[in-house]
């Protein structure tokens, strides 16, 4: 009788294979094959896995075992010392997101690496960080939250026109409100759901995962997830340098500005390769988090395209949400400014191609705009990069946590949170206390740390805030 104990003693390992084979003998068995063909047949299987053809009836399993039998990868061999990478804001960095960056300075791929002021521990690298590589990308450098971004649209009215009136700021408030939809799974029922072409585009197609991922993305389109995701109103100041960089004259107006990324799209294609980077670029312990693929590798082209994929929708999910608040408002935007961070893009930097991962840090190159935004209280910034090969054309992408969630709703009480708020006019829509403003640290500290990075050229001052709450510290 073949069973476990007889393929053990022919050289099969133990395990899940094992499983495989005695299923196919059962299989087999009913359709009248004996036990000596059965075992001539896995004895094929397991020592030539590769000459049997589709029409055999191992083939299916023949495929599992060169999967058993492919040799492990090398362990990457580590640099001794850490690569030196440039930090702004030393004084107000954890020592912990400092040692994340020395990590990720010992890989054998890494080109450079910078730290940013607003940067905190995070997963794999700190919040904040900078790293590329040469031929690599590591998919938990970019994140769970793939191209996660910001996006400003200013609209012709003058601000004093909306948030002079509570009447009009109340319409206001409902207009965020019914065009948004925030936290982890929220979607858009299907006869409400929003459009966009970024649903005709042809990579949807180009993986299993991906076509199976479109209807989420379409569903998904137009929402917002949990944590520091928000939709805010408020006055945008802009004076001669922003407004002429803006295409608009100086004044206050009417601006809306989000900050969300690729929902549930971005998060399954970021689980599934850091998974596959793990077999391909196995680590040493405590480094695991930092496993890349090659480019040339066909997992790492695949994750190649489903991060760009992913941040042209998550994009499109900031465009949906601007264009159906804009419809509301009757009013159509005079300017927009978007930009992203937690990606990878192919940059040329000291003369070498490489690949830039920047995790909670935003593209700064000369002339670029941006936007670096601050806390529910604190104000936000139109910003303009200015090229620093230092710290690879990269700034902060915002002013950065100074607390842990944990700590931020368990001691920073409600009603000093909300009185805080009120004393600066912000109207607090929904949120928890762990995204309350005493949970960051003061974004034009974080500006003046890093002024040969960007500069400011207009100012976004919250009066709503609408965000995830938590059921228990809303507002």
């Given at each position: 009788m073949i069973n476990g104990t007889t393929l053990l003693n022919r050289g099969w390992p133990a395990g899940p294979l094992i499983g495989d084979a005695l299923r196919l003998v059962k299989t087999l068995k009913r359709d009248g094959w004996n036990e000596p063909d059965l075992l001539a047949l896995l004895d094929a299987a397991w020592s030539a896995p590769d000459a049997l053809t589709a029409d055999s009836p191992a083939f299916a399993l023949a495929e599992v075992i060169r999967d058993v039998q492919r040799p492990a990868p090398p362990v990457p061999v580590l640099r001794d010392t850490p690569l030196d990478a440039?930090?702004?804001?030393?004084?107000?960095?954890?020592?912990?997101?400092?040692?994340?960056?020395?990590?990720?300075?010992r890989l054998p791929v890494t080109a450079g690496g910078a730290l940013m002021p607003d940067a905190h521990i995070g997963y794999g690298?700190?919040?904040?960080?900078?790293?590329?590589?040469?031929?690599?990308?590591?998919?938990?450098?970019?994140?769970?939250?793939?191209?996660?971004?910001?996006?400003?649209?200013?609209?012709?009215?003058?601000?004093?026109?909306?948030?002079?009136?509570?009447?009009?700021?109340?319409?206001?408030?409902?207009?965020?409100?019914?065009?948004?939809?925030?936290?982890?799974?929220?979607?858009?029922?299907?006869?409400?759901?929003?459009?966009?072409?970024v649903l005709d585009d042809p990579d949807w197609d180009a993986t299993k995962q991906l076509r199976g991922l479109k209807d989420k993305a379409h569903a998904q389109l137009g929402t917002s997830g949990t944590g520091n995701h928000f939709v805010d109103a408020g006055p945008l100041s802009v004076g001669d340098a922003g407004a002429a960089a803006l295409g608009i004259e100086p004044g206050t107006y009417l601006a809306v500005l989000t900050h969300s990324g690729s929902r549930g799209v971005g998060a399954t294609i970021a689980n599934t390769f850091s998974r596959l980077a793990r077999e391909v670029t196995p680590l040493p312990r405590g480094y695991e988090a930092l496993a890349w693929l090659p480019l040339d590798h066909p997992a790492g082209a695949e994750y190649w395209t489903s991060m760009n994929l992913a941040g042209r929708y998550a994009s499109a999910c900031h465009h949906v949400i601007h264009r159906h608040i804009a419809k509301r408002l009757g009013e159509r935007p005079i300017a927009q400014v978007e930009n992203h961070h937690n990606f990878a893009w192919l940059e040329t930097w000291q003369e070498r191609d490489v690949v830039v991962h920047r995790k909670g840090a935003t593209p700064a190159h000369a002339g670029v705009l941006g936007i670096v935004p601050g806390s529910q209280g604190h104000p936000s910034y139109v910003v303009r990069g200015l090229g620093s090969e230092r710290s690879i054309h990269s700034a902060s992408h915002g002013a950065g946590r100074q607390m842990s969630r944990k700590r931020a709703i368990h001691t920073i009480p409600k009603a000093e949170r909300d009185a805080w708020l009120r004393e600066r006019g912000v109207t607090l829509l929904a949120g928890g206390l762990d995204e309350a403003p005493q949970a960051y640290k003061d974004i034009n500290e974080v500006l003046a740390l890093q002024t040969d990075l960007i500069e400011p050229i207009a100012q976004f001052t919250p009066k709503l805030v609408l965000m995830a709450g938590d059921g228990k510290s809303e507002g």
């Open positions: 440039p930090v702004w804001g030393r004084e107000i960095i954890d020592e912990g997101a400092l040692d994340q960056l020395n990590r990720a300075m690298i700190p919040i904040g960080g900078v790293v590329a590589m040469e031929g690599a990308v590591a998919p938990y450098m970019v994140g769970v939250d793939i191209a996660c971004r910001m996006m400003l649209s200013v609209f012709p009215a003058p601000a004093s026109d909306v948030f002079g009136h509570v009447s009009r700021t109340d319409s206001l408030a409902r207009v965020l409100k019914d065009e948004t939809r925030f936290g982890i799974g929220a979607k858009f029922g299907l006869y409400e759901r929003r459009t966009h072409d």
